[in-house]
């Protein structure tokens, strides 16, 4: 899996990718990232890639032309026909099951705006994907690309330290989409709390049910729509219902 971040910044990437438990992704190549400034295929000494936009107003607009060649140089290197993603408020805001298609894909183009955003008429001619982060804007589409490179290298088997781990947490279908139970850890008394009981039970059948009770409680209270999704999907037996039924 190969992906190409297309950023008027690649030293921000650095420390993104040299850090933490899915790093061992990006440095073994279960993950490939590749890192392009569309700079470097701008003409003249200045290599400007930004210009003011027509029809006035403030900020600048990234150019078309720089952003095609490099997206040329790229695809010339990958020699696949990969889906060529633009971040931006316009796309579908990013979701779990999205991240287990990119998880499971070839890889793709990323390409990150800045300034006021990208000439329209690259995004017509060559972007395939839009995707967002969510109803907020930042200064740029490296965020969100990092967002995503950081979501689909802990899916890959093997990349976080128990592989059990990502199939428990919120919205995985493992669990039925609902959002993960809380965590405690020692010491056994902090301040004046203590620890659910259930958890200190040793009892296997009774910490999993404490924990689907409390992913039920928190999902119901936090993320309504998720229940009706689980309970649509047919995800949620009696025992579930009757929690539910209770905590409401
Ligand atoms: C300052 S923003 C441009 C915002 C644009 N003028 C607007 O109002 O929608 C610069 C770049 O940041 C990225 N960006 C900003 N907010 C984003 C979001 N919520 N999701 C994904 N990308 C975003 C996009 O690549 C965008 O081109």
């Not at 890192?35 to 003249?44: I, K, S, T, Y």
């Not at 403030?58 to 720089?66: I, N, T, Y």
């Not at 070839?106 to 109803?135: K, M, N």
Request: a negative charge; one cysteine or more.
């Amino acid at each position: 899996m190969r992906f190409d971040v297309i950023t008027l910044f690649p030293e921000l990437f650095a420390p993104f990718l040299a850090s933490g438990v899915t790093r061992r992704a990006y440095e073994s190549g279960q993950v490939e990232v590749k890192l392009w400034n569309p700079r470097d295929f701008a003409p003249g000494n200045y290599k400007r890639v930004d210009d003011r936009p027509f029809g006035g107003g403030p900020g600048m607009v990234m150019m078309a032309e720089p952003l095609s060649s490099c997206l040329d140089a790229v695809m010339a290197a990958r020699r696949d026909a990969a889906p060529v993603v633009l971040f931006s408020p316009v796309g579908e805001v990013l979701r779990h099951a999205a991240v287990e298609g990119w998880a499971t894909s070839i890889g793709a183009v990323l390409v990150c705006g800045r300034y006021e955003g990208i000439d329209q008429r690259f995004i017509d001619a060559r972007v395939t994907h839009q995707i967002s982060l969510g109803d907020f804007v930042l200064s740029g589409g490296e965020l969100p690309a990092m967002a995503l490179l950081d979501a689909v290298a802990r899916l890959q088997p093997g990349v976080l330290g128990d592989e059990a781990s990502h199939v428990q947490d919120s919205f995985n279908p493992a669990l039925d989409g609902l959002l993960d139970c809380p965590h405690y850890t020692r010491p056994e008394q902090w301040r004046s709390e203590g620890v659910p009981a259930a958890l200190m039970s040793g009892h296997h059948a009774q910490i999993e049910r404490w924990r689907r009770d409390q992913r039920l409680a928190i999902t119901a209270a936090h993320r309504p729509e998720l229940i009706d999704a689980a309970r649509a999907a047919g995800r949620l037996n009696k025992a579930d219902e009757a929690v539910l039924k209770k905590k409401l």
